[in-house]
């Protein structure tokens, strides 16, 4: 679609004056989707540590991987139009949990009923798909939290969020290594 230049000056003097509104409430702001010398009129995307202990809210991505992202919105008012802007956290989103495969070990490949022992008595696997089973990992959420200097508040949203992936994989194994000691409770009293 062709712009007079008209246009064109007003949409970049919006995103010019959006850029530096955003820049004034978090100074150190990168700024994605656009490239050295154009502008991006629809949608950039603001990325900030700042964010990370002063977020307003967060939203959580979940598919074969959870994830949780953090953003702080600010209304832009631009105009006589109003603006809700999202500027996400550094990182922009965190892994909780995963969706992974792992290989079984020698114990659990003989105890499977595909594994057949031949007349010498030699151990004849299964296919080699077969030696893998799906199980969730989690991330070391924590120290990720300490490292990017996440609130403390967020901890708790999150356990709802792993509680709840848990529950809508359960046929699943976990891999509790990085899983958090209370989450580990209680899913020992379920």
């Avoid at 139009?81 to 020698?106: C, D, G």
Wanted: some cysteine; aromatic content about 10%; glycine content about 2%.
């Amino acid at each position: 679609m062709k712009k007079s230049a008209q246009e064109l000056i007003k949409l970049a003097e919006r995103a010019i004056a959006k850029y530096k509104f955003v820049e004034k409430h978090f100074p150190n702001v990168i700024i994605r989707g656009h490239s050295d010398g154009f502008i991006n009129y629809k949608n950039p995307e603001f990325v900030s540590s700042s964010v990370n202990k002063n977020y307003t809210h967060l939203e959580f991505e979940s598919s074969y991987n959870l994830y949780v992202l953090p953003y702080h919105e600010l209304e832009f008012d631009y105009n006589d139009k109003t603006e809700i802007i999202k500027v996400h956290s550094m990182p922009k989103r965190n892994v909780l949990a995963r969706l992974t495969y792992r290989k079984l070990n020698i114990i659990d490949i003989m105890n499977q009923p595909s594994t057949q022992i031949s007349t010498n008595g030699l151990v004849i696997p299964p296919p080699a798909y077969k030696n893998l089973e799906r199980v969730i990992t989690f991330s070391r959420f924590k120290m990720n939290m300490k490292s990017h200097n996440f609130n403390e508040k967020m901890l708790k949203e999150c356990q709802i969020e792993i509680t709840k992936f848990i529950q809508k994989n359960a046929d699943l194994k976990l891999d509790t290594k990085h899983l958090d000691p209370r989450l580990k409770k209680m899913l020992a009293f379920n």
